[in-house]
């Protein structure tokens, strides 16, 4: 972010890209600068197939965490549900890992087992029961009772639509800000 000029029409374009208000790009943007050190990047940890480490800049961790935004007290059912579904779309992607539109068991247990690898009481054979499980209860909502010989090719989005219905994502999922100034009256 540059000079106060440049920066105010940088971060209402940014508010107008991402729904933030400015105070609260301000806020991510420290946050930003704390996670990567100061630097204009925060580098992915995780290797991409082809070998290279991804980076984002500000921007990009912004637009990520749009996705994390509060509802909006004044949203009618209409948006409401169009926020519900990018959510959920971007949930979607995560655990797509190769785009082709599902879900598949062995992107289901490569998330599982990258979620739980900071747990050194669980084996990777336990975490790939959590993940199979976790499948089957999603064959079962999409699918219903499934044949012997049937096989579960793997989530599409109207399916990951389905299991995640009656779960309120808008407010389970969404970045909290806390204001600073309670915080430091509570110490």
Known sequence: MGSSHSMSEEIQELAEKTGFTSEQIEHLHRRFKQLSGDQPTIRNLR???????????????????????????????????????????????????????????????????????GNPHLEKESARSIADGAMMEAASICVGQM?????????????????WQGIDIETKMHVRFLNMETIAQCH
């Open 147 to 163: 044949e012997p010989d049937q096989v579960y090719e793997g989530i599409t989005f109207e399916d990951f639509l389905k299991i």
């Open 47 to 117: 290797q991409e197939s082809d070998g290279l480490a991804d980076e984002i800049n500000f921007e990009d961790f912004l637009t990520i965490m749009s996705y994390f935004r509060p509802i909006e007290m004044n949203m009618d059912e209409e948006q409401l549900d169009h926020f519900r579904k990018e959510k959920l779309k971007f949930l979607f992607h995560m655990y797509d890992s190769d785009h082709d539109g599902k879900i598949t068991l062995q992107e289901y247990r490569n998330v599982v087992e990258e979620l739980l690898s």
